[in-house]
């Protein structure tokens, strides 16, 4: 037995006897004295009683309080963890309770303080990306953000483990990124809105001044959401338009114009100056060039025989170009009047016009034509070289040419391997064009299929005559009607098998 409880019970047993001896010199009797001691034995047993229950209560309290501070502890282990109890070790209550408690003490002393810690950095990264999604639409994060609050112990319960804590850092870096592209994005549509207004030359009470004012440095406050971004690029492109409107019209004034200082022989100098003077797309540009434009109209009104005598050159560059007969060239009748007039000068263009697009149409056959009637001319050439002798025998050393054999050799080789394929894929196109349109296709008047029949050496089927064919139409041989006079200023053929009737047919008066 512990020494400190042998000296307490020699001590009640020392107060009992001297109880005792008391009890003999009162003279107490027997039962008395039974009484006396039952109740110093119950006061007794009372008061051991009492200390047992509040030792007991003090041990209850301390196993009460470590078990909340375990508690405790493995709620901020689950926050920083993110681990479910079952994964983890539970800590247990060991003896003595007060050195447990105490260690426990600072075991969550030491947690809390890495909680603390923690939920700091997170707390800073959320203000930062709630900072950045205000731009944005709502509802743009997709991670679950912990209450904000300045006492960490109320965040306990929330997950701030480190897995959570790199996914918000990655969806920090999603919304930082977003928000910077909008950044971008705004300030670049808005600085393309800005430069078109300037060279559209927009008055400012057109303008909106947020944008002017705000677009290089503070561009968020124009707005980063999708809805405020779709604005901005439809102003962006309602400007593009009318730019792109404004330029289409400057480009065709200055087509015209141009044409019409040419026509009208306008100094080169006047010319630049007016251009010079006349740059971007302002509207105050285009009135003047448009008045240019009137002005130029009314002198060509005055000088209308100076634009006719030039489309009748245009006309008759596309006549020779579609290899037309003479008759074809007498069906436009206003090519010969010498009435100048705005109607005549009208029906002229028009007729450039159907023409030039009859140039387009045909012009895979006039090449393959081309082709064709150049290795005629070839073929020609070479057999008039052929029936030349004194080629060979020349005994001129000024005139002798040693390479001359060769080269016809050369084109002898070229005439046989390509005549036949260009006559053959002529053929064929010439056929399919009299398929498609039901008429066939002339060069001077002449159904270029009995043309190219009577050069070639190939046996062919019989063909049927097509009804489209015109019998009274004027052969390379001569016209079947008479030629109205030439004018002075037409060309001479291009080709020496093409006939006479691809010369000019009217008679120019000067103005």
């Not at 050159?313 to 020779?320: G, I, K, T, V």
Request: hydrophobic letters at 30%.
């Amino acid at each position: 037995m512990d020494s400190k409880y042998k000296s307490l019970v020699t001590q009640i047993g020392a107060a009992l006897e001297q109880l005792h001896d008391c009890y003999e010199e009162i003279g107490l009797a027997s039962y008395e004295r039974q009484e006396r001691e039952q109740q110093v034995f119950a006061a007794l047993s009372a008061t051991i009683q009492e200390q047992i229950e509040l030792t007991n209560g003090e041990k209850n309290d301390l196993i009460s309080e470590c078990e909340a501070i375990i508690n405790e502890i493995e709620k901020l282990e689950r926050s920083l963890s993110n681990e479910s109890p079952k994964q983890k070790r539970r800590l247990k209550i060991t003896c003595p309770l007060i050195q447990c408690r105490d260690s426990l003490k600072e075991k969550e002393a030491a947690i809390a303080k890495m909680h603390e810690e923690r939920y700091g950095q997170i707390k800073k990264l959320v203000h930062a990306m709630q900072a950045y999604s205000e731009h944005l639409e709502s509802g743009f994060i997709r991670v679950q953000l912990p209450p904000i609050t300045n006492d960490a112990t109320q965040v306990r319960s929330f997950n701030l483990s480190e897995p959570y804590f790199n996914k918000l850092d990655d969806e920090f870096t999603r919304v930082y990124q977003e928000y910077t592209r909008r950044v971008t994005q705004v300030q670049q549509v808005c600085t393309e809105i800005v430069q078109l207004w300037a060279e559209l030359g927009t008055p400012s009470i057109q303008t909106e001044q947020a944008i002017v004012e705000c677009y290089r440095d503070e561009p968020e406050k124009l707005g980063l959401r999708e809805e405020d971004i779709r604005r901005l690029k439809q102003k962006r492109e309602k400007l593009i338009n009318e730019k792109e409107d404004r330029e289409r019209r400057i480009e065709e004034l200055t087509e015209n114009i141009t044409l019409l200082w040419n026509k009208l022989s306008i100094p080169e100098s006047d010319r630049k100056s007016f251009l010079a003077n006349h740059r971007g797309v302002g509207l105050k540009c285009i009135q003047e060039m448009e008045t240019e434009h009137e002005r130029l109209m009314e002198l060509k009104h005055q000088n209308l025989h100076i634009f006719v005598e030039d489309a009748r050159a245009q006309l008759q560059e596309l006549w020779d170009r579609l290899l037309f007969s003479e008759d074809e060239i007498l069906a436009f009748q206003p090519a010969f009047s010498e009435v100048y007039t705005d109607a005549l000068l009208s029906a002229h263009e028009a007729e450039i016009s159907r023409l030039e697009k009859l140039v387009e149409e045909r012009m895979p056959i006039l090449s393959l034509i081309d082709r064709y009637r150049s290795l005629l001319d070839d073929k020609e050439q070479l057999a008039a070289s052929a029936n030349d002798a004194s080629r060979l025998v020349s005994r001129s050393a000024t005139n002798r040419d040693p390479g001359r054999l060769l080269r016809e050799e050369k084109m002898r080789k070229r005439i046989t391997r390509d005549l036949p394929k260009i006559e053959a894929e002529l053929t064929r196109v010439l056929e399919d064009y009299e398929d498609e349109h039901g008429t066939p296709f002339l060069v001077h008047g002449e159904n270029y299929l009995d043309v190219i029949e009577d050069n070639s050496t190939t046996v062919r089927p019989a063909r049927a005559s097509s009804n489209a064919t015109s019998t009274s139409s004027p052969t390379t041989s001569g016209p079947s009607s008479p030629t109205p006079p030439s004018s002075p200023n037409t060309s001479p053929p291009s080709s020496s098998s093409s006939p006479p009737l691809s010369q000019s047919t009217w008679t120019r008066s000067g103005p």
